[in-house]
């Protein structure tokens, strides 16, 4: 069974541009949640969707936006990207958005550079 | 605000050493506590805790939660270069409407030296 997948594995982009990152889940999975990584600090939670509805939202910005396909896969739109949007962007997926009994599965993720 | 605090930072173990880290957490409303690991790339499950005093054990790794005290440790033992990599420990808590979400600590560095 195919894991979580995301793409790219890597972009660079310049300040002011924009970025949209993806993410599919685990078959059956409803479930996604973005995570963003910066350098030397533990993942900080951006978004979950479930049924294609936003779930939950973290402390970001409004240039950070997503939406979830009906097939469940997602997308993370960046806008006017700044240098300290520069991270590893994680997708997570489960069953139904809670961890239960199984652990949060993530992707490889999106290394984001901006330059 | 939920909070969840690692430590070390970071630790330099020789190869067979035994390695304890410590995870804390303030949170209002807990389900569980996860550890990975995470070498170049994306965290890679180790254990999920949801029950006090129960330890899980996976080879030369064990974990154990303590819900009374809010804290967690992850053991090491018969340390390997392998081993060399960021822990992090994460605590799963409700959003608003429903489904999780993690919050994680900084993560806890440890280099293995042969």
């Known amino acids: 069974d195919a894991g979580v997948t995301q793409s790219p594995t890597h972009l660079i982009k310049t300040r002011g541009q924009h970025v949209t990152l993806r993410c599919s889940p685990i078959s059956g999975h409803k479930s996604v949640s973005w995570y963003q990584q910066v350098l030397g600090q533990g993942p900080q939670f951006i978004f979950q969707?479930?049924?294609?509805?936003?779930?939950g939202r973290g402390n970001f910005p409004d240039r950070f936006s997503a939406r979830q396909f009906p097939n469940y896969s997602s997308e993370l739109n960046v806008n006017a990207l700044l240098l300290g949007d520069s991270a590893l962007y994680l997708c997570?997926?489960?069953?139904?958005?809670?961890?239960?009994?199984?652990?949060?599965?993530f992707g490889q993720g999106t290394r984001l550079t901006v330059v | 605000e939920d909070k969840v605090v690692q430590s070390p930072l970071s630790l330099v173990v020789h190869e067979g050493d035994t390695v304890t880290l410590n995870c804390s957490y303030e949170v209002t409303n807990f389900r569980s506590l996860l550890w990975y690991k995470q070498e170049k790339k994306a965290p890679t499950f180790l254990f999920m805790l949801?029950?006090?005093?129960i330890e899980k054990k996976s080879g030369r790794l064990s974990s154990i939660l303590d819900k009374k005290e809010l804290f967690s440790i992850l053991n090491i033992t018969a340390t390997q270069t392998g081993d060399s990599a960021v822990y992090l420990c994460a605590v799963e808590v409700p959003l608003k409407a429903a489904g999780n979400k993690l919050t994680f600590g900084g993560g806890t560095r440890v280099l293995v030296k042969p």
């Open positions: 969707y479930y049924e294609k509805e936003e779930r």
């Open positions: 997570a997926s489960s069953l139904e958005g809670e961890i239960g009994d199984t652990e949060a599965f």
């Open positions: 949801t029950s006090s005093g």
